[in-house]
């Protein structure tokens, strides 16, 4: 059984987080995840409601440990889940005197099910395994050359449970070696207060619409080290003023809950997406499909792509390393193209970018929520006062 470890990159006292004024090592967050793991109840599936980043990274972790599956759901719906059974983050455990070792989690276990985000229909559950997520987060690290800004403090003002979040502020943390905010600020002046508050090297993780927003007030923005925007497109002057006004190179990241992060681009130098290494697009009469990497299996994207041929690679490959002949099911006759392309968005109603928020934003930052059951049945999703309620079916449990 091939295993990963739950983080990398970490020294002895290095810092894990940034929580409500004050560091948290990574002993502390280590002790915190056994902690939460040896409490959890029997089940199968977590909900992981906590806003609190990171609480969700212990309550992520500590299922992991447990081997149980963590369901993210699209939008925030606290109150969907009254029917759950329901554990509150545990008071702390004084420090022991060793320090904890890092936990192996097998790759192939179930870490995740996401779900995408409705705006083209009902919301579709996506399974994730430890071993894809990991190497996604990989792929990020390198490609941001994040290693070279060791502890870098990440902010972001996405959810956890978003796939973006997900990957660009907690995984991405986890095995890169970098230090987690673990709130998530919302109007501009918390956002430029938190990150002036981060040591340096610091990280913004924001979307299109949280940064127009940063960028039109006339306050000062703290310098950063890197700022990453995904879930719309990013006009290049846009990127211009946000690089000019954070003083740092600003990178977009396009993917989708299906397949994840794929490809990356600094938009003040290119309109072309740079593809991860090992991913490659193909086209037939139905779009555009991408395929390799992380992704469990290939993908239709949703986008209207333009192949830009900067490196045409091989003839597709099966699962052997063999080349595949172009009458296989799943594969073209045309080769991939493992360089750049274009990406733009189809006519459709499209997701505005940004989270949905009801109540307090800081609601929800402790909690874990279980089904009563091992067996998860798909949610339906309805429109309710302007906010998403996910609405879920579970089977009486059994005595």
Known sequence: MITLPLVRGFGPSSVFAYREGRVVRIEEFLRDVRQLAAE?????HVFNLCADRYR?????????????????????TPDAHAVLDTVFFPVPADSGPAAPLIPDVPQAHPAAILFTSGSTGD???????????????????????VR??????????????????????????????LALHAGRPFFPADVRAELAALQRPRCLVTTPVHLRVLLAEPDELPPADRVLCATAPLSPQLAAQAEARFAAPLYEIYGCTEAGQIATRRTTETPEWRLYPSFALRQDEKGTWVK????????????????????????????????????RPGFSSAPAVHGGFIAAQRDRQAATGVARYSGNANDGKGRLAWPPSSTLFPPTIRRRTGTFQATRSFPARSS
């Open 123 to 145: 919301p579709v559950p996506f399974r994730k395994t430890w071993g894809g997520l990991v190497r996604s987060a990989l792929a990020e690290v390198d490609r941001l050359d």
């Open 40 to 44: 959890l109840p029997q089940r199968r």
């Open 148 to 177: 070279a800004r060791p502890g870098m403090a990440v902010l972001g003002t996405v959810p956890p449970q978003h796939s973006y979040g997900l990957e660009s502020t907690l995984l991405m943390a986890m095995q890169g070696g």
């Open 56 to 76: 969700f990274a212990v309550g992520f972790s500590a299922a992991l440990l447990r081997r149980q599956v963590s369901l993210l759901p699209p939008n925030e």
């Open 292 to 327: 390799g990497g992380h992704a469990r299996s290939e993908f239709l994207l949703s986008d209207i792509i333009e192949l830009r041929a900067s490196g045409a690679g091989p003839q597709p490959r099966d699962r052997h390393g063999c080349a595949a002949p172009a009458d």
